[in-house]
């Protein structure tokens, strides 16, 4: 087996969140506003390994209008939160937040092993 094999070989140990329940706050004084959302995974014993999320804002017509990531990095990595100022044209029912499963480096992933190298 070749090394490209080996790193593609078995990741099903990697859960696979996603971003649910976003709401957008009502704006400051400053006209920003915070949108959240909560993490879900089908296994919530595994560890997740994310190392920031990633807000994509479309408008109706489902066209990108903004785009924003957070880094989760002393934040434990489990609420998604963008502070942004007014984007015209978007809408929150076509905004979606993705968790990538990005391990920390110094514990590389390995196939059949959790992200966290467990």
């Not at 070989?9 to 400053?30: C, I, K, M, T, Y």
């Not at 992933?109 to 959790?114: C, E, I, L, R, W």
């Amino acid at each position: 087996m070749g090394d490209l094999e080996k790193s593609t070989a078995d990741f099903s140990g990697w859960v696979q969140p996603e971003v649910v329940n976003l709401v957008r706050s009502r704006p400051d004084s400053h006209g920003f506003s915070d949108i959240t959302g909560a993490l879900r995974s089908r296994a919530p014993e595994v560890p997740v390994c994310i190392a920031e999320f990633v807000l994509i804002m479309r408008d109706a017509k489902d066209r990108i209008v903004h785009t924003q990531v957070v880094t989760t990095y002393g934040t434990g990595g489990r609420l998604p939160s963008f502070t942004l100022r007014p984007v015209p044209g978007a809408d929150l029912a076509h905004t979606t937040v993705y968790a990538p499963q990005t391990p920390r480096t110094e514990r590389p992933p390995a196939a059949g092993v959790s992200c966290d190298g467990s």
